[in-house]
């Protein structure tokens, strides 16, 4: 044998092609569900429960337009996603872990919310990160 292999590039898995598609369809659910949270914080401030004694008091009003511009920039993000672009995946995985962070100290307002939430953008970042997932 010789050591002249020819190596051919792979196909891409159909797995990574509808991994890319429903973690771009979950960016706009979560940009949905990040959009009306924002929106029902910065209408009612009495909506959410306030939490005594919560090391991260942070105003109600002000966790409303958190959520709303990141709601905003996950549904972007999630349209120029469906187009499989790098740029999308690598802003959709940052997005995803602010979202996440975010979420996290939501959870005393929204505990099963928060939680969902969290362990969507645990998935996208699962789907975004697989071989090949994003490769143009």
């Known amino acids: 044998m010789t050591g002249n292999h020819s190596i051919e590039p792979q196909a891409d898995s159909g797995w990574a092609m509808t991994g890319v598609a429903f973690a771009a369809t979950m960016l706009l659910m979560i940009g949905a569900f990040h959009v009306i949270a924002g929106f029902a914080a910065i209408l009612d401030d009495e909506y959410f429960v306030l939490v005594r004694g919560y090391a991260f008091d942070l105003d109600i009003t002000a966790w409303g337009w958190i959520h709303l511009v990141l709601g905003l920039a996950l549904i972007v993000t999630g349209i120029g996603l469906f187009?499989?672009?790098?740029?999308?995946?690598?802003?959709?995985?940052?997005?995803?872990?602010?979202?996440?962070?975010?979420?996290?100290?939501?959870?005393?307002?929204?505990?099963?919310?928060?939680?969902?939430?969290?362990?969507?953008?645990?998935?996208?970042?699962?789907?975004?990160?697989?071989?090949?997932?994003?490769?143009?």
Do not use: E, H, K
């Not at 872990?97 to 959870?107: C, P, R, T």
């Not at 307002?109 to 997932?133: E, N, S």
């Open 83 to 136: 187009s499989r672009a790098l740029w999308a995946g690598v802003i959709a995985v940052f997005l995803v872990v602010l979202s996440a962070i975010d979420n996290f100290f939501f959870i005393p307002y929204a505990p099963f919310w928060a939680l969902l939430l969290i362990a969507l953008d645990v998935w996208v970042i699962w789907a975004l990160t697989r071989p090949r997932a994003l490769r143009t």
